[in-house]
């Protein structure tokens, strides 16, 4: 079965400093991932997604992350992020033919001034 | 575009009580809608699937019973929590896929259930 790793339940940054929220996936057959952020007592937002093309993925809010298909992973990256980006981040992938999302287990990004 | 409703944000139920949580997609056809719970500081975890007009399909270890889901229309999903115990306090979250063959699922923004 499909399985996602995001590898630190918790980051703590300070302001301005760039920051990389890690995902690894377990599937080795063709997957579409996403990014979603959670904010306290709300749902989830999508903030990018790769389905093909470009492994370098924009997406909202300054975001990005890559798709490394050899190493399975989607890392999302910052370059500076700001005390508005503290919430919780999600990576979640679908695999190819499922229409089931399977999502890590978060990473709760604080960031302190 | 793409917005998802739910209501209520939050409720508060007393055991054995039924709740009724409402699902919406305000500016788009959703043909599949899916239901997920989240328990404090830990991930999404699906319960079921439905699709417009037919039965929800649900994840293993979810009672369907207890958990009633109706998708009678392309805007609108149900989910009743029937006989409330408060184990079954938490997050609900619908998402919903506007068509076959689409990879995006829009989120709701979640009900807050407590049941005393």
């Known amino acids: 079965a499909q399985s996602v790793t995001q590898l630190d339940s918790q980051v703590p940054v300070f302001e301005e400093a760039p920051v990389e929220l890690r995902c690894n996936y377990s599937?080795?057959?063709?997957?579409?991932l996403f990014w979603y952020v959670q904010y306290p007592n709300q749902g989830l937002q999508l903030l990018l997604k790769?389905?093909?093309?470009?492994?370098l993925v924009k997406g909202i809010n300054g975001f990005e992350a890559e798709f490394n298909k050899s190493q399975t992973s989607f890392h999302l990256r910052k370059p500076s992020v700001h005390i508005s980006d503290t919430a919780e981040y999600f990576c979640a992938v679908l695999p190819g033919g499922s229409e089931k999302l399977v999502f890590g287990k978060g990473t709760k990004l604080t960031v302190n001034p | 575009g793409a917005v998802v409703s739910q209501h209520p944000s939050r409720v508060i139920c007393k055991s054995g009580t039924s709740v009724k949580i409402e699902c919406r997609s305000l500016?788009?056809?959703?043909?599949?809608m899916f239901w997920y719970r989240q328990f404090p500081k830990q991930s999404l975890m699906l319960m079921a699937t439905s699709n417009e007009g037919s039965k929800a399909t649900y994840e293993q270890g979810v009672e369907k019973d207890k958990f009633l889901i109706n998708h009678a229309s392309l805007t609108l999903s149900t989910l009743t929590v029937t006989s409330a115990h408060p184990e079954d306090s938490s997050f609900y979250i619908c998402?919903?896929?506007?068509?076959?063959?689409?990879?995006?699922?829009?989120f709701g923004p979640g009900t807050r259930l407590t049941v005393t």
């Open positions: 500016d788009f056809q959703a043909t599949t």
């Open positions: 790769y389905l093909s093309g470009s492994t």
């Open positions: 599937s080795s057959v063709s997957v579409y």
């Open positions: 998402s919903a896929r506007e068509g076959q063959g689409t990879h995006e699922q829009y």
